[in-house]
T-cell receptor, first 112, second 110 residues
Framework: DSGVTQTPKHLITATGQRVTLRCSPR?????VYWYQQSLDQGLQFLIQ???????AKGNILERFSAQQFPDLHSELNLSSLELGDSALYFC???????????FGSGTRLTVV | QKEVEQDPGPLSVPEGAIVSLNCTYS??????FMWYRQYSRKGPELLMY????GNKEDGRFTAQVDKSSKYISLFIRDSQPSDSATYLC??????????FGTGTRLLVSP
């Protein structure tokens, strides 16, 4: 157990739907990062939050949004889902980022 | 051109072999270098972390960073079947997002 908790582990949904992925960071970590991993693209950075505030944005689609709550857990919202959104979505947390992140076990999203 | 380049493999070796995994990068501002191991359908697990140039050893694993060549390596000695996984290099400038390589798939056969 890495200390980073992601739920749900698996999600199957239809095109056009909206889903919410949840992440609880490791105790003491203020930064939360969201990554998307697909077979052909590797790990793609989506967004970072630090202590409740958005810190950096990557290749995140406008249909996707995220937030970090006062208790530091984070949610990634994916809407108007397309087949191409099927991927593994990882959350990671860190104290500062210089020594790497700790990843959760991911949420496997399948859009049918 | 990607910021971080990594050969996807697969790299197949017999048990006991020395494995060399490598990445090149283009951003000279990168200062922090990591190696992650990812088993199938699992989250990446941090193996090694190195700051700036030099070597770092941890058991059977050695990480090397050559900033002048923008080249980093991970060596695995006495490789085991349990080392079969995808190895991802990652790097950043500090308090910034990590940039990952696409990963090299390693297969160690008994």
């Amino acid at each position: 157990d890495s200390g980073v908790t992601q739920t749900p582990k698996h999600l199957i949904t239809a095109t056009g739907q909206r889903v919410t992925l949840r992440c609880s960071p490791r105790s003491g970590d203020l930064s939360v990062y969201w990554y998307q991993q697909s077979l052909d693209q590797g790990l793609q950075f989506l967004i970072q939050y630090y202590n409740g505030e958005e810190r950096a944005k990557g290749n995140i689609l406008e249909r996707f949004s995220a937030q970090q709550f006062p208790d530091l857990h984070s949610e990634l919202n994916l809407s108007s889902l397309e087949l191409g959104d099927s991927a593994l979505y990882f959350c990671a947390s860190s104290v500062g980022g210089m020594e790497g992140y700790t990843f959760g076990s991911g949420t496997r999203l399948t859009v049918v | 051109q990607k910021e971080v380049e990594q050969d996807p493999g697969p790299l197949s070796v017999p048990e006991g072999a020395i494995v060399s995994l490598n990445c090149t990068y283009s951003n000279s501002a990168f200062q922090y270098f990591m190696w992650y191991r990812q088993y199938s359908r699992k989250g990446p697990e941090l193996l090694m972390y190195t700051y700036s140039s030099g070597n770092k050893e941890d058991g059977r694993f050695t990480a090397q960073v050559d900033k002048s060549s923008k080249y980093i390596s991970l060596f695995i000695r006495d490789s085991q079947p349990s080392d079969s996984a995808t190895y991802l290099c990652a790097m950043n400038t500090g308090f910034q997002k990590l940039v990952f390589g696409t990963g090299t798939r390693l297969l160690v056969s008994p």
